[in-house]
């Protein structure tokens, strides 16, 4: 495993960091984590140096707004020893607080979850303009200061998805150790992107990156014609190697997040990494990786990550699933297999026709998708079709 410096903290991390939003599950439920091989899978991963692990207060569970399992999953795996092997981080669900009670409330409550005293890298959950005002006026930067002087807290930092000039705005108002952005080759000028970790690292912040995959549409479903430019490479790698050297070619870039989800995962993931060294790409594997980001710029309709921020929908509607199967007509220009998929989900009453409009997710989107309109096009789109 390798390992830099993150940022002004001093602390070295691993470049693999081990995320604990989408772990394996049992029944197709978010919250029955399938513990046995959870756990086990991220013991191979801090067997293996692995020294980062990531998670959050929804992660696994049924919306944002409730406590997931993730958390308490972590709390239980970290147990003989483990604990004092890994840099632990989790996340404020900063949209949860209504007065300055609730930063302490919550903090206390995942100090509980994740059985341990402190916590040594603290986010303010997915900053934007719906939450960053709130938080202000609640004095947040006085809660941060007193969780690290109390010592239960040993780092703070926040996740953001919002716009570029938001992310400087913030970045610039604290002295935060650290930032977490989503960044992949896909997402260069995508809300913080390529300006904001730049500006991250002239501050001297850690920089830790979500999505490297881009929630799985850089790694499955390849179209031949873009599989066609990879086979091109002079050195043969697998869709996962191609998008995570991408991110540790960048000097910037300390800790990618990966949400591993199978034990080959976490074996090639971490296969990858000891050879993720930064400015190791040649300039042909660079303009490689851009001719496919081009062809794929060309397909994507709809920028959702399947992230679930917009869920449970009051209708029952499955948004990110109906986003995807429309993506999937233009990205692979199949009607054949989302269509089977749509008709599945019209059955189970989750299809975007169930949608009445009401806007709710928009207000969640941590994309600013515009979903009505594009589940409005989903249902135009496949049942039209018959």
Known sequence: MLYRTFGKTGEKVSILGFGCMRLPILNGNPIEINGPLATQMLHYGIDHGVNYVDTAYPYHGLSATEGGMSEIFVGNALKDGYRDQVYLSTKLPSWNVGKKEDFSYYLDEQLKRLQTDKIDFYLLHGLGHSTWGNLKDLDVFEFLDSAIEEDKIGYAGFSFHDELELFKKILDSYNWSFAQIQYNYMDQEFQAGRAGLEYMASKNMGTAIMEPLRGGCLTHNIPPDIQ???????????????????????????????????????????????????????????????????????????????????????????????????????????????????????????????????????????????????????????????
């Open 228 to 386: 066609t430019i990879w086979n091109r490479a002079e050195t043969k790698r697998s869709l996962a190697e191609w998008a995570l050297r991408f991110l540790w070619d960048k000097q910037e870039v300390n800790v990618v997040l990966s949400g591993m989800n199978v034990m080959d995962d976490v074996k090639e993931n971490i296969k990858i990494a000891e050879e993720g060294y930064a400015n190791s790409l040649t300039d042909a594997e660079k303009n490689l990786i851009h001719e496919v980001r081009e062809a794929y710029g060309a397909r994507i309709h709809v920028g959702c990550t399947g992230c679930n921020y917009c869920m449970p929908c009051p209708e029952g509607v499955d948004i990110p699933l109906n986003l995807n199967l429309l993506n999937d007509v233009y990205v692979y220009q199949n009607m054949a297999k989302p269509s089977g998929n749509y008709s599945f989900l019209k059955a189970k009453k989750a299809s975007a026709s169930f949608c009445d409009e009401c806007g709710e997710c928009e207000e969640k989107c941590t994309q600013n998708i515009s979903i009505r309109n594009y589940l409005k096009e989903a249902e135009e789109t496949f049942e039209k079709s018959k």
